[in-house]
């Protein structure tokens, strides 16, 4: 199950620069895990490394649908994430369990 971290509408999304998508993609195909920073919609501001699974649209709203270290789906608003990185490194092992590597 998808959890929504923030719900809105078209009218006050804010796309986000192309460049940014494209790094979202290629973490994408790499599989390789993020570091971001999101506010929700209660204005609580997250820090998580994530596994980033797709880019969604809906309602002209762009998504990025991810998983955390614990394994809980997350449907981020692009324009939400105000910092994103790649996560440290991290063993092989740790990767093959959350399936980042086979």
């Known amino acids: 199950m998808v959890l ?5 509408h078209m009218d006050d999304y804010h796309p986000v620069d192309c460049a940014t998508y494209c790094r ?3 973490a994408i195909l790499r599989r390789q895990a993020l570091m971001l920073r999101w506010r929700d919609d209660t204005g609580i501001v997250h820090l998580e490394v994530v596994v980033p699974r797709d880019l969604k649209t809906s309602r002209g709203v762009e998504y990025l ?4 270290v614990e394994g809980r789906s ?3 608003r692009l324009d939400t994430i ?3 990185r790649p996560a440290p490194h991290r063993s092989a092992q740790a990767s093959r369990r959350a399936g980042i590597i086979p």
Do not use: I
């Not at 929504?4 to 809105?8: D, K, L, S, T």
């Not at 649908?65 to 955390?68: I, L, S």
């Open 82 to 84: 105000v910092f994103s």
């Open 24 to 26: 979202y993609e290629l």
């Open 65 to 68: 649908e991810a998983e955390n």
């Open 74 to 76: 997350l449907s981020l």
């Open 4 to 8: 929504p971290v923030c719900c809105g």
